[in-house]
C-alpha cells in the first residue's frame, strides 16, 4: 500500500494559513497532503479536529542524572506526550552537569528506549570548557550551548564578563542564556527575607534581568553571534529586545503570560517560586505586546519540577522552578480561545520557530518529506487541569483546578499514534536531528 496511515480531513493549521486536506504518511514521512483515496493500513478520520505540526518543548529539566526522585527522562517525556508535545530540548543543569562529551553521550544513552518523546540535549558553557564546545554543539542531538548567568537550580554560573566572551567567541550556533545579573543577585541578597515569598521577586528584580540581557546582547554584538534569550520576564528586556532582532531571539513561558504577582504568590505560595519570578500584571502586559508584534519567536515550558515537600519548605530554602511541560499546550490553547493570540501564532511559537533558529532537520512544518509529527487539538473540548492528571514525578501543577478550553486530543510521532484521549503508547523517542 502507498501509505501506512491516512489522517483524513485534517483541519491543517501552520504558521501561516488554514485548510481542510488528507495527509498520507509512509515511514514515519509525511508521503502526500491533499485528497488521497483510503489506500492505507489505517485510515484515521479526524474530521472537526485540528491538526498542527507536532509541538516542540525547548525548555525543560528532566533532572536526570541527579536528583531524579522528582523527575526523570522516562517520567518528563511520558508527561511531555501527555500534554501534547512531540519533541524536547533538555537542560545541562544535572549532577553531574553535561558540559563534557562523556556526560552528552551518557544522556543519550540513558534516552534511549525510555523516551515518550523525541528529544536533544543543551551542552552547558562554562568558564572551562570554552574550548570544547565548538566540538560538543556539533554532536548529533545537541541542540546548542546553554548558559547560565545568574545561579538557579544547580551549580552552573557564568557571571563575569571575560569568561562570557570566551564562550561567546568559540561557539558556531544559537547558544541559549538564563538572562540574570549573579553580582546583582549577590548585592541584593538583603531583600531575600525568611517567610516571605512575595520578597522572591524583589529580590530577583526586573533591573537585575535587564542588566544582564543587555550586557549579553553588546558580547553577542562584539563577536557577531546569535543568541537565544530564555524565559523573558520584563517589559524592559521585550522593549530592548525588539531593536536587537538581527542577533536576538526571544522565549517567554506560559507561567509568565497566564500567572501574576501579587496574585500567584498570596493563592500558590512557594508553588509560584521560579527564576526569573512572576512578575507583576503591567510586565505580562508588555510580555503579551511581544508576543503579539512578533518580538517573541518562542513558547517555552521551563518545566522544572520539585516535589511537594520541598516547595513546602520555608521561602527561601524552597526551591525555585514548576512543572510545564504536560500544561503548555491546554493553557496556551485556552489563551487561544480567550483571543489573546492565534492558533497560527502558536504554531510558529511552538513549532516553525523552534525549528527554524535551531536548525531541527524534517520537523516544525507539514510539508511531504518532514517527519509525521503532529499535535491533534480539539479547541471546543473544555476541562479542568488537576494534579491528578500530571504524571510528572512531582505530582502536581500550578494550574489545578483551572478550567481551560482547547485541549490536546492525540500526539502523533512520526506517523506514530503515541498518546490518544490520555491513552500512551510505549517509548518510540529519538534523538532530533540538526543542520550542523
Known sequence: MPFDIIFKNANITDESKNYISDIGVKDGIISEIGNLNDDAETILNI??????????????????????????????????????????????????????LEALLDKFERAKNRSYCDYAFYVGGTEDNSKELPKLEKVEGCCGVKVFMGLSIGGLVVSGDEDLSKIMSEINYRASFHSEDQSSLDARKEYQKTGDIHSHEVWRNDEQCFTATQRIIKIARKYNKKIHILHVSTGQEAEFLADNKDIASVEITPQHLTLAAPDCYNELGSYAQMNPPIRDINHQTKLWTAINNGVADIIGSDHAPHTKDEKDKEYPISPSGMPGVQTLVPVMLNHVNNEKLSLNRFVQLTSANPARLFGIKNKGFIEVGNDADFTVIDLNKERVIENNWIVSKCGWTPYDGMKVKGWPIMTIIRGNIVMREDELSDPIGQPMQFNR
Open 47 to 100: 474530521e472537526n479536529l485540528d491538526l498542527i505540526p507536532g509541538v516542540i518543548d525547548t525548555q525543560v529539566h528532566f533532572r536526570e542524572p541527579g536528583p531524579t526522585h522528582k523527575e526523570d527522562l522516562n517520567t518528563g517525556t511520558k508527561s511531555a506526550i501527555l500534554g501534547g508535545i512531540t519533541g524536547v530540548f533538555e537542560m545541562p543543569n544535572t549532577n553531574p552537569s553535561t558540559t563534557n
